[in-house]
């Protein structure tokens, strides 16, 4: 089954810089989701890249996925402290609706 | 629309005691998932089900763990008898079509004394 695995595993930064998790996964996949959790939440899909697409930009938010590295990257740009939350990575193949997720990067953002 | 719901959200039991959580998917949704949230494992992938079928169960820890989805808006996880390791923040969610957004619910924190 796929799953993804991000680092780092937690990242502290001060608001308005930028902050890169990374996540690589194993096999071959239909596309690649980020997700946020806020603590004592449910998770809150962000953004999925398919495949057969490199980059992705959804406001802040920046997805590169590498397919020969099996790997993809999130990138939120100019960081606020509400960005603070736990993000995680999840894959998804053609034939499987097997989504398994990482143990999550936590990500803090200072004032 | 409502996002799916879960209940209850808080629940403490004693060991030993059935425990019953409940999950209505977003209407239209053809799957659905039950996670498990701990801080030592992680989110756990527990069963999924498309179409009201079970697909795939071989996350669910042992068998005193058990899901139904009896019709396209409501599911159920059951554990029978409960022990203190099951503790955890349990999730569902729902999705539409295969490798679809997941729909996560706001979980059901479940405390086994």
């Known amino acids: 089954s796929q799953q993804g695995e991000e680092d780092p595993q937690a990242l502290s930064i001060q608001e308005g810089e930028n902050a890169t998790m990374n996540c690589s996964y194993k096999t071959s996949i239909n596309n690649l989701q980020w997700y946020r959790q806020n603590s004592g939440r449910g998770l809150v899909h962000l953004i999925l890249?398919?495949?057969?697409?490199r980059e992705k930009h959804s406001g802040r938010l920046r997805v590169t996925l590498d397919t020969s590295k099996k790997s993809s990257s999130l990138l939120i740009t100019a960081s606020r402290a509400a960005d603070t939350a736990s993000y995680f990575c999840a894959t998804g193949t053609a034939n499987n609706n097997d989504m398994r997720f990482g143990a999550g990067t936590r990500l803090t953002v200072k004032p | 629309d409502a996002g799916v719901i879960q209940s209850p959200r808080h629940e403490v039991t004693e060991m030993g005691q059935e425990v019953t959580l409940r999950c209505k998917p977003i209407s239209g949704h053809n799957s659905l998932f039950w996670y498990r949230q701990t801080m030592m494992r992680g989110l756990e992938l527990l069963i999924y089900?498309?179409?009201?079928?079970?697909?795939?169960d071989s996350g669910m820890p042992e068998d005193r763990f058990s899901a139904k989805m009896p019709n396209a808006s409501f599911s159920t996880l059951k554990i029978q008898p409960s022990e203190p390791r099951d503790s955890a923040v349990y999730f569902c969610?729902?999705?539409?079509?295969?490798?679809?957004?997941?729909?996560f619910g706001e979980g059901s924190r479940l405390t086994v004394l």
């Open positions: 890249i398919r495949s057969n697409e």
């Open positions: 969610a729902s999705s539409l079509g295969v490798s679809g957004e997941l729909f």
């Open positions: 089900f498309n179409n009201n079928v079970p697909i795939d």
